[in-house]
């Protein structure tokens, strides 16, 4: 099964259950009714818009003074990861390619490669510090797909447990406070550190 991510690929998944799921008591507010209880999603909708500061990913790869502010957890010579500061799980991890590119096709092999390696690297780390017990891993490539941030590529990291039942769509969104990101952050940047992951930053 594959799985959207982001607002509008939740309200998908949603659409699509709905005749086979109990509905949600919120699921016919207006967006608008939703948002005066959330105002955090003005946030989450800022962000996506591509107002304000742009593209997240680009500030982020350019702002290497401010890495924890930025949730960034690692850089390699290709890419960056990111925690979701919006995520479905605790651990949520955003991969992507330096570059500002949109289409799997404008990505080259090797950044490609890197990018599943980190997402393996992820993995490990996630599973140590979280406990973790599977992962759902994907793009969502254009609006359509569910990507919030269409131009510029990132590979989902999202972790699960057995017996979490309630689909990840429940957390979507879901604004998580910063010290626990932060929290967080540093048990994965400590963990990574003993693991010597990502290898990319420790094998030459
Ligand atoms: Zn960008």
């Given at each position: 099964m594959y799985i959207a991510f982001g607002a509008k690929?939740?309200?998908?998944?949603?659409?699509?259950?709905?005749?086979?799921?109990?509905?949600?008591?919120?699921?016919?507010?207006?967006e608008a009714f939703a948002n005066?209880?959330?105002?955090?999603?003005?946030?989450?909708?800022?962000l996506l818009s591509g107002s304000g500061d742009g593209c997240f990913l680009c500030?982020?790869?350019?702002?290497?003074?401010?890495?924890?502010?930025?949730l960034v957890l690692w850089r390699t010579a290709k890419c960056i990861v990111?925690?979701?500061?919006?995520?479905?799980?605790?651990?949520?991890?955003?991969?992507?390619?330096l570059e500002h590119v949109g289409?799997?096709?404008?990505?080259?092999?090797?950044?490609?490669?890197?990018?599943?390696a980190l997402a393996s690297d992820s993995t490990?780390?996630?599973?140590?510090?979280l406990r973790a017990e599977g992962f759902n891993i994907g793009l969502n490539?254009?609006?359509?797909?569910?990507?919030?941030?269409?131009?510029?590529?990132h590979l989902h990291v999202v972790p699960r447990w057995n017996n979490d039942t309630n689909f990840m769509a429940v957390l979507g969104d879901v604004r998580v406070i910063p010290q626990a990101l932060e929290e967080l952050r540093q048990h994965l940047l400590q963990e990574g550190l003993?693991?010597?992951?990502?290898?990319?930053?420790?094998?030459?």
């Open positions: 690929g939740a309200l998908a998944w949603r659409a699509s259950k709905r005749y086979s799921a109990p509905m949600r008591s919120d699921e016919h507010e207006p005066l209880h959330a105002p955090w999603r003005m946030e989450y909708i800022r500030h982020a790869r350019d702002d290497a003074a401010h890495e924890a502010e930025n990111l925690m979701n500061r919006f995520p479905y799980a605790g651990g949520h991890l955003l991969i992507s390619p289409e799997l096709g404008q990505v080259p092999p090797e950044t490609l490669t890197e990018m599943m490990a780390v996630l599973a140590k510090v490539i254009g609006r359509c797909a569910g990507a919030g941030l269409p131009g510029h590529l003993r693991m010597k992951r990502p290898k990319a930053l420790y094998e030459p």
